[in-house]
């Protein structure tokens, strides 16, 4: 079994190879920590549900007999919710090194719910495009202060990319249908 500790003590990263070996032989115990809507539209079997965005180490209470696997899409919002539980007491926490991304590059199963709403990341493209096209017509023909607008959305996806969060994603992931999308398929 490959397992690669971090440099916070306390908290392991698994790589796809050893979280499917512990998975095989009913070892593990996963948590998603992704947003409902990700998580109805895939996920690794067996996995439940707690969105980082409401994360309370309160109420993850893991099987005795198994090892509790945090993951994400690609690690950091696992890692971060891995911290929060060495915060609140817990002695070891394991999460998925590269998360769903790194277990779908291996070839692994992950479920999938085909009346799921489009990705989050697809209706932030869909919003981010549109403001921008919104902005570039308006400040074409109504007033250029309208250019402002694109310039501001062009700026929140340069600052989502520099540090990895999208604020427009965590706002449209508490639309009432994104955050319905995923209690269907609660464990």
């Not at 698994?14 to 499917?20: P, Q």
Request: with cysteine; net charge positive; proline share 6%.
């Amino acid at each position: 079994m490959t397992q690669v500790q971090t440099t916070t003590p306390g908290i392991q990263c698994w790589d796809a190879a050893t979280l499917k070996a512990e998975w095989d032989a009913g070892r593990v115990w996963l948590v998603d920590v992704r947003e409902p809507v990700e998580y109805a539209e895939e996920r690794i079997p067996g996995a439940i549900c707690h969105p980082l965005s409401k994360f309370n180490p309160a109420e993850i209470k893991c099987p005795d007999d198994k090892v509790m696997v945090l993951y994400c899409r690609s690690g950091n919002r696992s890692y971060r919710a891995a911290q929060q539980l060495l915060a609140a007491g817990c002695e070891q926490v394991t999460h998925l090194q590269g998360g769903i991304m790194a277990w779908k590059q291996q070839g692994y199963p992950v479920e999938r719910n085909p009346k799921a709403p489009i990705s989050l990341f697809r209706q932030v493209q869909i919003v981010a495009g549109s403001l921008v096209l919104l902005g570039t017509i308006l400040g074409a023909t109504v007033s250029p202060w309208f250019l402002l607008l694109s310039g501001f959305v062009g700026a929140g996806l340069v600052f989502a990319g520099v540090t990895n969060t999208c604020a427009l994603g965590i706002l449209l992931a508490q639309l009432p249908y994104n955050k319905r999308a995923g209690q269907s398929w609660q464990s």
